[in-house]
């Protein structure tokens, strides 16, 4: 079993950043691609950036290329989300996700996702 606990939203100003973090816990976590996805009041869960167990040929959607980036660090068993230039569009509940596939077969809206975080809120006030 594997557990996800995110970190580090809140409330920002339009153009400014937020890290999340995602800590994650369970038997052979590092190995699995590990990601996060989004979900906007009244809109469907959105891919956002994942990456895999590595470390090597993050996946960004294209609304957030140039804006966010994803790492990990497998000692601590962490994935973050860099993200710079927020805006309110950016305003949803991000999820982190851990998955045994690849990032390349992960579904736009994470459908058969392995494991889910609870969930951070991040809020850009215009």
């Known amino acids: 079993q594997v557990q996800l606990v995110e970190s580090g939203g809140g409330l920002v100003q339009a153009g400014g950043s937020l890290r999340l973090s995602c800590a994650a816990s369970g038997r052979g976590i590092r190995v699995y691609a590990m990601g996060w996805f989004r979900q906007a009041p009244g809109k469907e869960r959105e891919f956002v950036a994942a990456?895999?167990?590595?470390?090597?040929?993050?996946r960004y959607a294209d609304f957030v290329k140039g804006r966010f980036t994803i790492s990990r660090d497998n000692a601590k068993n962490t994935v973050y989300l860099q993200m710079n230039s927020l805006s309110p569009e950016d305003t949803a509940v991000y999820y982190c996700a851990a998955d045994s596939s690849s990032t390349g077969s992960w579904g736009p809206q994470g459908y058969g996702i392995d494991y889910w975080g609870k969930g951070t809120l991040v809020t850009v006030s215009a």
């Open positions: 990456i895999g167990w590595s470390g090597s040929i993050p």
